[in-house]
């Protein structure tokens, strides 16, 4: 069973940067995307970007210039770089895999269980 | 981008009913839509994908149609276990991937 967990500061100060990782187990972090999504307090989801395990990346453009994500398959871990945070940047942040079978077949079957990021100082 | 659009936002239901739940993107997405349940503290849990596949382990009662832009999630017979938020999610652009809004499904 694939199990995903999330790590980092819970508290980042206004104009730093937030820096969280994922961590895979029960499997194999190779051949497949990895996503970060973000959900504000009582609000919906927000995709944040993706990185496959070569290391190609795609960003949502509304967080493309303060996004920056890598990936360590040596460790079954990739993370995930936010700058300059601001409070509109506190949330529950998500690491996901993305399945992608082709024909229709592409979403996200396991999730981590979340870590609250607080932008404050 | 591609906006997904979810109706209703809430919805009062009761224990046995039938319920559906909408969801509508703003150009055509063929059958990349996946929809999702979310329990209060918890992550999103997939429910279905391509439109209309049930995810492993997910309960029948669990249904999805639709292709284009239009599309349904059903309830055929609501459970207690039931009552939570559920997303639309729409997996045909890269970037971006987008969620609905979120329907709140609350027990009447």
């Known amino acids: 069973q694939v199990q995903l967990q999330e790590s980092g500061p819970g508290l980042v100060k206004p104009s730093e940067t937030l820096s969280l990782t994922c961590t895979v187990s029960?499997?194999?972090?190779?051949?497949?995307?990895w996503s970060w999504i973000r959900q504000p307090a009582g609000k919906g989801l927000e995709w944040i970007g993706r990185i496959y395990t070569s290391g190609s990346t795609n960003y949502n453009p509304s967080l493309k210039s303060r996004v920056t994500m890598s990936v360590d398959t040596s460790k079954n871990q990739f993370s995930l770089k936010l700058s300059s945070v601001t409070a509109a940047d506190t949330a529950v942040y998500y690491c996901?895999?993305?399945?992608?079978?082709?024909?229709?077949?592409?979403?996200?079957?396991?999730w981590g269980q979340g870590t609250l990021v607080t932008v404050s100082s | 981008d591609i906006q997904m659009t979810q109706s209703p936002s809430s919805l009062s239901a009761s224990v046995g009913d039938r319920v559906t739940i909408t969801c509508r993107a703003s150009?055509?997405?063929?059958?990349?839509l996946n929809w999702y349940q979310q329990k209060p503290g918890k992550a999103p849990k997939l429910l279905i994908y391509?439109?209309?596949s049930l995810q492993s382990g997910v309960p029948s009662r669990f249904s999805g149609s639709g292709s284009g832009t239009d599309f349904t999630l059903t309830i055929s017979s609501l459970q207690p276990e039931d009552f939570a938020t559920y997303y639309c999610q729409q997996s045909y652009s890269t970037p971006p991937y987008s969620f609905g809004q979120g329907t709140k499904l609350e027990i009447k």
């Open positions: 391509a439109a209309s």
């Open positions: 029960g499997g194999s972090i190779s051949s497949y995307y």
């Open positions: 996901a895999r993305e399945l992608d079978y082709g024909d229709y077949e592409d979403y996200f079957d396991y």
């Open positions: 150009q055509s997405i063929s059958s990349y």
